[in-house]
């Protein structure tokens, strides 16, 4: 082994610029943390090629002193900490003090910068070679503007892992969008090879909000979005969430903020698909922008060079706090709520000169545009909902999603209803049976129900409905579907979940990790119904299992819950598996295709679909109605022409 030694400077900050400094686009998430950190109310960025030729970023924050300015280029030299007490409560975006040092070894970086109580500005200057800092005096206004040139000029290795300049400008453009959604109190402006890509003023009002959110992630986001601000135990979430309707075929439009600061969180990614479980369609992923304000000193934001992780002192709270929000939120939405969606929607369309539904895919609820294979995937019958034989016509039995629920879930079912937890209104009945006294629709100046009032059935699958805003169409039996499942949930709450012990106990062979992970939480799992018992280094005992999934994989749903204890800390398998069941059993109970329903019958239909939480989607996500606004009917005969 070679002698131990002190690495040079140089070669200090080239390590450290390894974890810092991965692409242009962390350069100008460093420095513009810095001009927010400073007080800045204006950030000026300027980019070419990509940002590898330079990077300029001007602020009117407060500035650094002449003294300050050789120093703010030295490795751990910040004025945001001073002591382990700053340090359990950072504040500020930045503390570590790397990133300046970091930068300069790998590129030829200038800094001008001038304070208030100076009445001349002082410039700064160092390359990657020598690490010298020359200053002399400039021409500034109070603030500073940090140049970065030729980035990576002495390390050709680390250039050659860059990308095509569209590229790494693309990745500039997202930290910018981060960054100016994170402060709306500050304005931003970003150039590319001279040319203005935002401009975004701050915004102070919740309007003007609305409109960075509209032009940073989409019309069609805010406009089907829906706002939460909620707070509980020291903790504030607020933001936008948008509809299930509006689902992304990837995870491109979902930031998370915590005291300002963005975020990736396996806890908070995991409470937030906790919350779109039950609405959103299979492999599709929500949107948002929350906004999450705790205590600094119940975070730890010193996990990861690059800030981009965080640490809950209290993550189970965290999560909980984050799920049940969002739950709420989703779950108080409805149709109204799609209708005023749907209708901004149409006039965007009218006013950049859209056509509707013509020729094109139709809206779904909330009037985000599907796309072909999701418009096909919810307007065929076989797959939107399960077809059942009806009184003269033919048709098949749908499959369950397992064996053991076609083998249990009518009795169940029965059992709910013989025991009361489904009474009344509350049982899964048809429809026919529900329809008693249905008013008439609303003369003028009475007000009128978001769905409007049934005017046809259309194929023996679909109801018209006539409204103000125009044309709504209604698939049924998916509209059913979520009515009565959301009504299972209910009484199965009502009823709690019983347990049921297994004649002969199953044995499962696990790690040491996870048997005694079991024997931890041998409550909590006890609570979920299971009784799990450890009789060896690695081996459990199942000795009872929740009487509705006594014919399950056992074995199987252990394993899950103790890979979710793992990985999150707790578990909701045994809910999903449960409501992955009563959904199916919800399926047979819903009303079926073909079947006619009278005037009133479809009515009552509408009225419990305006009533029931998460009416906007089936048991599988899928859209169970969609508007088509006067305006867009217009358009379709020229109307106005």
């Known amino acids: 082994?070679?002698?131990?030694?002190?690495?040079?400077?140089?070669?200090?900050?080239?390590?450290?610029?390894?974890?810092?400094?991965?692409?242009?686009?962390?350069?100008?998430?460093?420095?513009?943390?810095?001009?927010?950190?400073?007080?800045?109310?204006?950030?000026?960025?300027?980019?070419?090629?990509?940002?590898?030729?330079?990077?300029?970023?001007?602020?009117?924050?407060?500035?650094?002193?002449?003294?300050?300015?050789?120093?703010?280029?030295?490795?751990?030299?910040?004025?945001?900490?001073?002591?382990?007490?700053?340090?359990?409560?950072?504040?500020?975006?930045?503390?570590?003090?790397?990133?300046?040092?970091?930068?300069?070894?790998?590129?030829?970086?200038?800094?001008?910068?001038?304070?208030e109580a100076q009445e001349a500005a002082s410039r700064v200057e160092v390359e990657g070679r020598d690490m010298d800092a020359r200053i002399s005096p400039a021409a500034h206004p109070v603030g500073t503007t940090v140049e970065v040139r030729d980035l990576f000029f002495n390390t050709p290795a680390r250039r050659k892992f860059l990308r095509t300049e569209k590229t790494e400008f693309n990745h500039v453009e997202e930290c910018v969008r981060r960054q100016a959604l994170s402060r709306f109190d500050a304005g931003f402006t970003l150039r590319h090879n001279q040319r203005v890509i935002q401009s975004l003023r701050p915004a102070e009002n919740p309007l003007d909000r609305e409109r960075r959110i509209g032009s940073l992630c989409g019309q069609q986001f805010i406009d089907n979005a829906v706002v939460i601000d909620a707070e509980a135990t020291g903790l504030r979430l607020w933001g936008w969430v948008a509809l299930p309707t509006f689902s992304r075929s990837q995870a491109d439009l979902q930031y998370f903020f915590v005291n300002g600061r963005v975020i990736r969180d396996r806890l908070v990614a995991h409470a937030v698909r906790q919350a779109y479980r039950d609405v959103l369609y299979n492999n599709r992923h929500p949107a948002f922008v929350l906004y999450l304000e705790v205590d600094p000193a119940t975070v730890d934001v010193n996990v990861h060079p690059t800030k981009h992780e965080v640490r809950f002192r209290d993550g189970r709270l965290v999560h909980d706090f984050i799920f049940r929000t969002l739950h709420k939120a989703l779950a108080d939405v409805r149709p109204d709520d799609h209708l005023r969606g749907a209708v901004a929607q149409s006039a965007v369309r009218e006013d950049v000169g859209g056509t509707g539904v013509v020729g094109g895919a139709s809206s779904f609820p909330g009037g985000n545009a599907a796309s072909s294979a999701d418009?096909?995937?919810?307007?065929?019958?076989?797959?939107t909902a399960s077809v059942?034989?009806?009184?003269?016509?033919?048709?098949?039995?749908?499959?369950?999603?397992?064996?053991?629920?076609?083998?249990?879930?009518?009795?169940?079912?029965?059992?709910?209803?013989?025991?009361?937890?489904?009474?009344?209104?509350?049982?899964?009945?048809?429809?026919?049976?529900?329809?008693?006294?249905?008013?008439?629709?609303?003369?003028?100046?009475?007000?009128?129900?978001?769905?409007?009032?049934?005017?046809?059935?259309?194929?023996?699958?679909?109801?018209?409905?006539?409204?103000?805003?125009?044309?709504?169409?209604?698939?049924?039996?998916?509209?059913?579907?979520?009515?009565?499942?959301?009504?299972?949930?209910?009484?199965l709450e009502a009823q709690d979940l019983k347990s049921q012990p297994l004649l002969v106990p199953v044995s499962l062979a696990v790690s040491q990790k996870e048997a005694a992970l079991a024997e931890t939480h041998g409550s909590e799992l006890q609570q979920l119904g299971l009784q799990v018992e450890r009789i060896g280094p690695e081996t459990l005992a199942i000795r009872q299992v929740p009487a509705l999934l006594r014919g399950a994989d056992t074995e199987q749903l252990v394993r899950d819950i103790l890979a979710d204890l793992i990985e999150n800390g707790q578990s909701d398998r045994v809910e999903a598996v449960t409501h992955e069941l009563l959904g199916t059993m919800a399926c047979h109970g819903s009303v079926r295709a073909n079947r006619q329903l009278t005037i009133p019958e479809m009515n009552t239909l509408l009225r419990d679909m305006e009533a029931t939480e998460r009416s906007g989607q089936c048991n599988h996500g899928r859209p169970t109605w969609t508007v088509v606004t006067l305006s867009e009917l217009d358009k379709l005969f020229l109307r106005g022409r």
């Open 1 to 115: 082994m070679p002698a131990i030694r002190l690495l040079t400077p140089r070669l200090a900050n080239q390590i450290a610029a390894g974890e810092v400094v991965e692409r242009p686009a962390s350069v100008v998430k460093e420095l513009v943390e810095n001009a927010l950190d400073a007080g800045a109310n204006r950030v000026d960025i300027d980019v070419e090629q990509g940002g590898v030729k330079l990077i300029r970023v001007r602020d009117d924050g407060s500035g650094i002193g002449e003294a300050d300015l050789p120093l703010a280029l030295s490795r751990h030299a910040t004025s945001k900490i001073e002591s382990l007490d700053d340090l359990e409560a950072v504040a500020s975006l930045g503390f570590r003090g790397e990133a300046l040092a970091s930068i300069s070894s790998v590129s030829r970086l200038a800094l001008t910068s001038r304070t």
């Open 375 to 383: 418009q096909q995937m919810s307007r065929s019958w076989g797959e």
């Open 388 to 491: 059942f034989p009806s009184q003269g016509s033919g048709g098949h039995q749908p499959q369950p999603h397992h064996e053991w629920q076609a083998r249990d879930q009518m009795g169940f079912y029965q059992s709910l209803n013989e025991g009361g937890g489904l009474a009344g209104r509350e049982q899964s009945a048809p429809v026919s049976d529900l329809a008693v006294g249905q008013p008439t629709p609303p003369t003028d100046g009475e007000a009128e129900p978001p769905l409007g009032y049934a005017i046809a059935q259309l194929h023996g699958i679909y109801i018209l409905a006539q409204s103000r805003q125009g044309m709504i169409v209604v698939d049924m039996h998916a509209a059913h579907e979520r009515i009565t499942y959301e009504r299972m949930k209910r009484a």
